[in-house]
């Protein structure tokens, strides 16, 4: 790749983070400067700036760093998350990050140390959604916290927090969080009338539908 299209595609993915990290606020998964994403190209990690509303930013502010956390890129600070994106990228094969704030996600770290099989697409998941323990944002515990919550997982939820979800995109990485979202209202919605306990699925349930999901979609 040329210096050229190297630059091309930092500034390519530096758009579509943009408009991913607006969607999170215009769909409601993060109010103000909560939240963060990011994404990786090669060994730079594109990440939002900290306490920066998203409507502001521009291709002008491009902020990067490399997988040690050193700032290659830009004048913003780096989101105060960024132990928390690093860490998924050192240990996954991820190539995007989505941390939101999202109320029901949220409202559902509180109640359970994980999401109850509401719902089959759990499975896209990678299984039940775990709840990583409570700790200081910003920092290496709660990195670690989330790491043992993701393991054979691609997202979770963080206690009292909020959710992170990665995947091969940007987009995989939104569409998780929403989903994760959806399934967390969907719970507390069914839960909340009195006197019904609602039915859940079991793991081997689970199983059959993510054998299922392997073939979904178009093919060819």
């Known amino acids: 790749m040329t210096d050229q299209q190297s630059r091309d595609a930092i500034a390519e993915a530096w758009c579509e983070l943009i408009t991913t990290a607006r969607r999170t606020a215009g769909e409601g998964l993060v109010v103000g400067t909560s939240g963060n994403v990011s994404v990786r190209i090669g060994e730079l990690i594109l990440v939002t700036p ?8 521009t291709s002008d502010d491009t902020v990067g760093v490399d997988l040690d956390g050193q700032q290659v890129l830009g004048d913003f600070t780096a989101t105060s998350e960024l132990p928390l994106h690093l860490a998924v990228y050192r240990n996954t094969s991820a190539t995007a990050v989505v941390h939101t704030h999202a109320v029901h996600a949220t409202a559902v770290s509180t109640l359970v140390p994980e999401l109850p099989l509401i719902h089959y697409m759990a499975a896209a998941h990678g299984g039940p959604v775990r709840v990583a323990p409570y700790a200081l944002y910003g920092s290496d515990e709660l990195a670690a916290h989330m790491l043992h919550a993701l393991r054979d997982r691609n997202a979770c939820l963080l206690q009292n927090h909020g959710t992170v979800a990665y995947g091969d995109s940007l987009a995989q990485a939104y569409d998780r969080t929403a989903q994760l979202e959806w399934m967390c209202r969907l719970w507390l919605t069914a839960s ?16 059959e539908v993510g054998q299922k999901l392997k073939g979904y979609g178009q093919r060819g």
């Open 50 to 57: 900290s306490g920066v509303p998203y409507d502001q930013l």
């Open 192 to 207: 909340s009338l009195p006197g019904r306990t609602p039915t859940l699925l079991t793991e081997a349930e689970l199983d």
